[in-house]
Each structure stands twice: as C-alpha cells, then as structure tokens.
C-alpha cells in the first residue's frame, strides 16, 4: 500500500459530523467573498488608473498625478499577489 492509498484509506473511515461540515462550507463562502471583494477592488482600481492616466496624458504630469498613479499600481499589484496566493491554497 503505497502512501497515495494510505491517505484515501484513512479519508473514507473518518467521518465529518454536521458542525465540521458546517464550518468548512461556511469558510469556502466566507474565501469566496473574499474573493469578490478583491476582483471588485481590482476593477474599481483599474478605472481609476486609466482616469488618472487620461488626466496626466490630457494635462501633463504632476507630482500629485504621478503619486495618485503609483499608489493606485501599488495596491493592484499587492491585491494580485494575494489573489494568486488565493489560488495556490486551494
């Protein structure tokens, strides 16, 4: 019995009562709101850039433009890593 075997052997002999089943169902939820949120934010972000990108390109950089512009990137990357992160887990 090689360990792949084991591990299913050992699955379907244990049993999960309603309250296990529970909580498990309840953070696959709680994971995939979480999840909504973030592609939300992600959206909202990448209108934002493109405004802020319109802007600079319409008048001209500014210190403010540039740093609203960095910000915003920073956060799409930093939401992008924690989405892939996400995905990986499961």
Known sequence: MNSRTTFFSVRRSSTFSTSSATLIKDAFA???????????????????????????????????????????EKQLFELSMHKMKQKLIL
Do not use: C, H, Y
């Not at 999840?35 to 990108?53: G, I, N, W």
């Not at 319409?58 to 403010?64: C, E």
């Open 30 to 72: 709680d994971l995939s709101n979480q999840m909504a949120q973030m592609r939300e934010r992600m959206q909202k972000l990448e209108v934002e850039l493109r405004r802020l990108a319109a802007t600079a390109a319409a008048t001209g950089p500014s210190a403010f433009l540039v740093e609203a512009i960095n910000e915003r």
